[in-house]
């Protein structure tokens, strides 16, 4: 398997700032998730980081052209058919079946959600941020509108987990890597 690191250079190679941040943001959740539920914290961090690997550059191809880049590569099938299985129903018809995918394909629209949220606030911070904003922000459809609440509300049915309760989880999992995702508190 390759390292976290090689893995974090291959997902530069393809992304800019903006995706990077994201994937940062998805595998310190995914990797929340895996320590939770006694799974393997790296290979559901590998996951996380590198889902959205084709995403900028080839959009209309998303998760197909990542299998194929990380086949080239060398990568594991397991993680190859949780990122594929992310997209399902929007990209791809590859259904979510173990935990990691099921997680995988909850979380990455609600870390999304979750950081538009933390950037609103007068700290910018993750840190301070209640369920209760998350919630009252996922009822305003105008607000960042590109983190499809549907698929958020399906991936929890999925995990079987309150909507509320996997909200609240994605907040302490975000709150771990604040300082790497640019939403620590900071001295003014």
């Given at each position: 398997?390759?390292?976290?690191?090689?893995?974090?250079?291959?997902?530069?190679?393809?992304?800019?700032?903006?995706?990077?941040?994201?994937?940062?943001?998805?595998?310190?959740?995914?990797?929340?998730?895996?320590?939770?539920?006694?799974?393997?914290?790296?290979?559901?961090?590998?996951?996380?980081?590198?889902?959205?690997?084709?995403?900028?550059?080839?959009?209309?191809?998303?998760?197909?052209?990542?299998?194929?880049?990380?086949?080239?590569?060398?990568?594991?099938?397991?993680?190859?058919?949780?990122?594929?299985?992310?997209?399902?129903?929007?990209?791809?018809?590859?259904?979510p079946l173990s935990l990691?995918?099921?997680?995988?394909?909850?979380?990455?629209?609600?870390?999304?959600?979750?950081?538009?949220?933390?950037?609103?606030?007068?700290?910018?911070?993750?840190?301070?941020?209640?369920?209760?904003?998350?919630?009252?922000?996922?009822?305003?459809?105008?607000?960042?509108?590109?983190?499809?609440?549907?698929?958020?509300?399906?991936?929890?049915?999925?995990?079987?987990?309150?909507?509320?309760?996997?909200?609240?989880?994605?907040?302490?999992?975000?709150?771990?890597?604040?300082?790497?995702?640019?939403?620590?508190?900071?001295?003014?």
């Open positions: 398997m390759a390292t976290r690191q090689e893995a974090l250079a291959l997902l530069k190679e393809y992304n800019g700032d903006a995706l990077v941040t994201h994937g940062l943001a998805v595998e310190g959740t995914m990797r929340y998730f895996a320590r939770k539920n006694h799974e393997d914290e790296e290979v559901w961090g590998m996951v996380g980081l590198l889902h959205d690997l084709d995403y900028e550059k080839f959009p209309s191809e998303h998760c197909h052209k990542t299998a194929e880049i990380m086949r080239e590569r060398g990568y594991d099938e397991v993680i190859i058919r949780a990122i594929m299985s992310h997209g399902f129903g929007i990209c791809t018809d590859v259904e990691m995918e099921k997680t995988l394909y909850a979380i990455d629209e609600l870390t999304g959600l979750i950081t538009a949220c933390a950037l609103v606030r007068p700290s910018k911070s993750v840190m301070d941020l209640e369920l209760s904003s998350v919630k009252k922000k996922f009822k305003t459809l105008s607000f960042a509108a590109g983190a499809n609440r549907e698929v958020i509300q399906h991936g929890a049915a999925m995990m079987g987990v309150p909507l509320d309760e996997l909200i609240g989880e994605v907040i302490l999992a975000m709150r771990a890597i604040a300082p790497s995702l640019g939403l620590e508190m900071k001295n003014n």
